[in-house]
């Protein structure tokens, strides 16, 4: 190794994977319906841009979310996939495709399909602490099926340490490959970051798993909580195109790919399709930190109430909305 290479500003890592949930977070904007063209951009983006995983939505019920309401991204079938993807094969492409099974929200025995009939390679379960068990099924049932495995636990700035540590306990005898740090709220700053990353890694480095980073953007912190998880020792990142994702959004993939200098991931692609595609899309979604969702993310609450602050007719009025949810916590 030169000495240029041990410079302290030399971000690349290595063995660091990154994951494009853009579709997936993204849709929740647009209950999932973006057109198959729009999808297939990311998708060949990805490729180009050397990204790792491509999240291209969820494997939720149609029971509670219908087709009458929720594009295909919402479910993830297989016929709707390879119209989009074709023959997706990551030996080829180098990218691998995931999808997200909330638990609670999946009817996961029927949904999830053994991994030699799928364009699938990853399945992303989601739970909340008290769906622990749930998660725990789930992520057998995939493993089982051929899937490598991540869980996202989600709201982790709302429980307790105590809580955390077992659900840690209890994922750390599965054959759970990634356990991902979720911001959902974006209500984290970096010393917390760094705190839950480091007992994450305390449990999973035991049994040979990784631990990833999935962070919101509320308080403008995104990018950076995203760094300190990677500086910690975070070997999965999350981001999307231009963050976009629900509410104040993610981690712009733009941000993070130019910032880890590693030759295997390109960012013009990237830079290619905010230009063609997301830039235009602004006009129709509305996405990025506004002052409502600093406020939520400050005072750790669920978006949904600044996304129906935000859609109302008094949408002006930040001072009213502030104390609503001053008055609420």
């Known amino acids: 190794m030169t000495i240029r290479e041990k410079a302290p500003w030399i971000t690349y890592r290595p063995n660091l994977k990154v994951l494009d949930c853009t579709i997936r ?107 622990i068990s749930e998660a725990v099924a789930m992520v057998q049932h995939a493993h089982d099926l051929g899937y490598e495995t991540s869980c996202n636990i989600m709201a982790i700035s709302t429980v307790t340490e105590a809580e955390i540590d077992q659900a840690l306990a209890v994922l750390a005898d599965t054959p759970v490959n990634t356990i991902v740090v979720v911001d959902s709220f974006g209500s984290l700053c970096g010393v917390q970051i760094d705190n839950l990353v480091r007992k994450y890694l305390e449990v999973s480095q035991k049994k040979k798993k990784e631990v990833g980073i999935h962070a919101h953007n509320n308080m403008q912190l995104a990018f950076a909580n995203t760094l300190e998880a990677i500086i910690v020792g975070c070997t999965r990142a999350d981001a999307t195109m231009a963050g976009l994702g629900r509410g104040a959004g993610n981690c712009p993939m733009e941000l993070l790919l130019g910032f880890l200098r590693n030759p295997k991931f390109k960012l013009r692609p990237v830079i290619k399709l905010l230009q063609e595609r997301l830039v235009p899309l602004q006009s129709e979604l509305s996405w990025g930190p506004l002052i409502p969702y600093n406020i939520t993310g400050q005072m750790n609450c669920h978006p949904r109430s600044a996304i129906e602050f935000l859609a109302g007719e008094d949408s002006e009025n930040l001072l009213a909305f502030y104390d609503k949810v001053a008055a609420d916590i």
């Open 25 to 131: 977070d993204g849709g929740l904007i647009n209950d999932h319906q973006f057109e198959d063209q729009f999808v297939r951009a990311v998708y060949d983006t990805c490729v180009e841009a050397g990204i790792d995983y491509m999240e291209i939505g969820y494997k939720n019920s149609l029971r509670l979310h219908p087709k009458s309401r929720f594009g295909p991204w919402r479910h993830c079938e297989e016929e709707d996939l390879r119209r989009v993807v074709g023959d997706h094969d990551p030996r080829r492409t180098g990218l691998k495709l995931a999808a997200m099974a909330d638990a609670g929200k999946c009817d996961w025995k029927e949904q999830i399909i053994p991994k030699e009939q799928s364009v699938l390679d990853l399945i992303r379960v989601a739970c909340y602490v008290h769906q």
